[in-house]
């Protein structure tokens, strides 16, 4: 039994009370039956006998008066009950007859009754009528003396017979119906009491089985939601709170095995953290070796090299001319390398302090910034007989200084590698692309090929012989830590036509959602100086 689950459980309970129940309805209707047939024959045979047995002696009493009262008078309208008896008493023999049906003892004191009735006709009452109508009625009533009344006497004896017979039968009759009924009052009560304990054992069932497992178990539940997840969970209850209990259970140690992946997660977070704190305080003093490298490099190391250059230009201007050919390409490398040795550590300098010396980000309009990058790459521009050229551009969010070195950078380099059978021609144009703003550099110089295009944004890296172009080949190292400085990327666009493309995104100013006008007339460097 306590493997039967609740379900097995309440339908063996309900079958077996369905079966008690349909066994006394069985009975109920079969006692109902025999109550009502019962019933039926004490209102509609027991009764009318009964009555029928009295209105026959009623009958039988006025036959016998008629023939006195005959005998008295010799009047024929003495004889009317007399005849009007006798055919009463043969409606009501027949109708009693149709009543008896399988009475027997009923029939034979019927048929008994009738048989003395006819003997007294026979005997008394024609032989009285007869003498009177013949001799007259002191004839007629020398008859009827104490023989002619015990005969009649007879006739009532066997009439109380009958109705002893109808009593006893009718009796009997209703001592089944009650019997039956009581049969059907006691079936019904039975089935009020069977469904009264199914009732109770159903509420004890439901308590052992039901609401007395499920409060252990929402308290263990509890205990587990309280943080004892190492509680295990288990239930003395059915097959299903038993399932219900190892589901539970399951999602317990699931939840604990997360829990503890969660702690160690946690642990080995703090010890990243604190390790990510050792290297933020390492690279703190590693700024500060920075600095302080910047600070050598820009005093200590450059008052040198001013002495060294310095002196070698003096050499170059008193003894130019005075020394043979050999002696002044010297001192021509020796110029030559202390300058570009001040040029690298410039560049340097200015490529360390790019987002540790700051004025702070605020709202930069690049058509303006555009206007102040023309001016200063003018000269070399006018030497390359060289243009400038933008559309509307958008205000980003920026420090001005740094985002004026990225494009006056991006449009040195278009100018200075330009192609040498055309004038350079730069335009800049910027494009909303989802959340960013993505700022287009394109011009018509000699281009780069794709298999360098990363590599031309790594510091001091250069394509070409130092002979062939100024510079230190830094500028886009320097372009490219401006922009990863805003948040943005930059790359060299792939399979263009004509030159070089490159662009660069800078996110879109918050509460800044308007397009700029991009197919409006680009704004020419010409025009900004006129």
């Not at 008994?112 to 007629?140: C, H, K, Y």
């Amino acid at each position: 039994m306590r493997s039967w689950s609740l379900r097995q459980r309440v339908t063996a309970l309900c079958a077996v009370v369905g079966g008690l129940l349909a066994l006394l309805a069985i009975g109920a209707s079969v006692t109902a039956t025999a109550t009502r047939s019962q019933v039926d024959t004490l209102a509609n045979r027991a009764t009318p006998l009964r009555t029928g047995s009295e209105a026959l002696l009623t009958a039988l009493v006025d036959q016998e008066t008629a023939v006195r009262g005959f005998a008295l008078s010799g009047k024929d309208a003495d004889l009317t009950p007399y005849t009007d008896g006798i055919v009463e008493e043969r409606r009501l023999t027949d109708e009693m007859s149709g009543l008896i049906e399988d009475e027997q003892a009923i029939r034979a004191s019927l048929e008994r009754l009738n048989a003395e009735a006819a003997t007294w006709r026979r005997d008394v009452a024609e032989p009285v009528i007869s003498m009177v109508r013949a001799q007259g009625p002191a004839a007629g009533q020398a008859l009827i003396n104490d023989t002619s009344r015990q005969r009649f006497e007879e006739v009532r004896a066997a009439a109380a017979a009958l109705q002893d017979e109808i009593r006893t039968f009718r009796d009997k009759t209703s001592d089944d119906a009650k019997s039956s009924s009581n049969v059907l009052v006691v079936l019904l009560i039975a089935a009020t009491v069977i469904v009264l304990l199914a009732g109770v054992a159903l509420l004890i069932s439901l308590r052992r089985m039901v609401i007395e497992p499920l409060t252990e178990l929402a308290k263990q539940v509890r205990s587990v939601a309280g943080g004892e997840y190492d509680h295990p969970i288990s239930t003395n209850g059915p097959p299903e709170l038993a399932t219900l209990a190892a589901d539970v259970d399951g999602m317990r140690r699931k939840i604990a095995s997360d829990l503890a992946e969660v702690r160690e997660a946690r642990e080995r977070i703090e010890w990243v953290n604190g390790q990510l704190q050792t290297q933020a305080e390492e690279l703190i003093r590693s700024n500060r070796d920075l600095e302080q490298f910047a600070y050598v490099a820009s005093h200590d190391l450059q008052e040198p090299l001013r002495k060294v250059a310095s002196f070698c230009q003096l050499l170059q201007r008193r003894y130019a001319g005075q020394l043979d050919e050999r002696a002044d390409q010297y001192i021509a490398f020796a110029v030559d390398g202390a300058q570009r040795m001040q040029r690298l550590i410039n560049d340097l300098l200015a490529f360390s302090r790019i987002g540790r010396m700051t004025a702070g980000f605020t709202d930069v309009d690049l058509n303006a910034l555009m206007v102040e990058v023309a001016s200063q790459t003018e000269n070399a521009r006018n030497y390359a007989k060289g243009e400038l050229t933008w559309d509307d551009l958008p205000t980003v969010l920026g420090e001005q200084a740094l985002l004026t070195t990225l494009l006056a950078n991006l449009v040195s380099n278009s100018i200075k590698f330009r192609h040498p059978d055309r004038p350079p021609r730069v335009h800049v144009s910027a494009e909303r692309v989802g959340d960013e703003w993505e700022i287009s550099c394109r011009d018509n110089g000699i281009g780069v090929e794709q298999e360098f295009a990363d590599k031309i944004f790594v510091i001091f890296q250069r394509l070409h012989a130092k002979d062939s172009y100024p510079g230190t080949g830094i500028g886009l190292a320097i372009a490219k830590k401006i922009v990863e400085y805003h948040g943005g990327r930059i790359w060299v666009a792939p399979d263009v036509d004509e030159g070089t493309v490159i662009r660069f995104t800078l996110p879109v100013l918050v509460g800044r959602e308007e397009e700029p006008a991009g197919e409006t007339e680009p704004v020419r460097d010409s025009e900004v100086n006129a």
